[in-house]
């Protein structure tokens, strides 16, 4: 079991960086494949960015790509997500996610991550 807290989030104009903080409660955190996916109003949650067990192997969405950065301090039990460039677009609640695979590799499949947090919301204004 892990218990996912996410924080960061805040009211930013387009242009400016945000990061996002998740802090898990595993004792085995480096066993957990590491995930921030987003849901706007009305929209279907969506995949962000993943990472994996040691930060070597990363996934990211298109949209995505080349703006944010993913990345986890296992000895900090925490993944962040840097947000660079941000949009209008990237308004969303952004929530971490866990799925519990040793030695696993990033990847963007939602229904294996077993692990949710609250979320944080990102409201991007112009």
């Known amino acids: 079991q892990v218990q996912l807290v996410e924080s960061g989030g805040a009211l930013v104009q387009a242009g400016d960086s945000l990061r996002l903080s998740c802090a898990a409660s595993a004792r085995t955190f480096s066993y957990y494949v590491m995930a921030w996916f987003r849901q706007a109003p009305g929209k279907e949650r969506e995949f962000v960015a993943a990472?994996?067990?040691?930060?070597?192997?990363?996934v990211y969405a298109d949209s995505v790509k080349d703006r944010f950065t993913i990345s986890r301090d296992n000895a900090e039990n925490t993944v962040y997500l840097q947000m660079n460039d941000l949009k209008l677009e990237d308004t969303a609640v952004y929530y971490c996610a866990a799925d519990f695979s040793p030695g696993g590799r990033a990847h963007s499949v939602r229904g294996q991550y077993g692990f949710w947090g609250q979320g944080t919301q990102v409201t991007v204004s112009s």
């Open positions: 990472i994996g067990w040691s930060g070597g192997s990363t």
